[in-house]
C-alpha cells in the first residue's frame, strides 16, 4: 500500500479536470455555473484580481451568460466574495 494521499472531493476533481483540460462544474446559490480549468483562465482575469477588481475577474472567469445569471438575484459584496471562492475551489485554486 502506498503511503500517497490522492486528492479526493473537489480536489480531485479539480485536478482531473486539469489533467484533462475539461471544463469544472459546481453549484452556487442553488444555481450550476461551469468554468474552464484555471490554467485556461484568461490573464485578463489574472490582471482584475491583481488590481483588487474582484467583480471583473469574477466576471471574466464565468463568461457573460453565467455572469448574467449570478447578477439575476440581488446580490452583495459577500455574495461576490462566496462566488469567487466557490470557482476557487471548484478549479482547485485555495482562497486569498
Do not use: H
Request: with cysteine; aromatic share 8%; hydrophobic share 40%.
Amino acid at each position: 500500500m502506498s503511503n500517497t494521499r490522492r486528492p479526493t472531493g473537489t480536489a480531485a476533481t479539480a485536478a482531473k479536470a486539469e489533467a484533462l483540460n475539461a471544463e469544472v462544474t459546481f453549484e452556487f446559490d442553488g444555481e450550476t455555473y461551469t468554468i474552464e480549468p484555471a490554467d485556461s483562465w484568461d490573464l485578463e482575469a489574472l490582471e482584475e484580481y491583481e488590481a483588487n477588481r474582484i467583480a471583473g475577474c469574477v466576471r471574466l472567469v464565468l463568461g457573460e451568460a453565467q455572469w448574467r445569471k449570478f447578477r439575476s438575484k440581488r446580490r452583495t459584496i459577500g455574495d461576490l466574495n462566496a462566488m469567487f471562492e466557490a470557482a476557487q475551489n471548484a478549479a482547485g485554486i485555495e482562497g486569498n
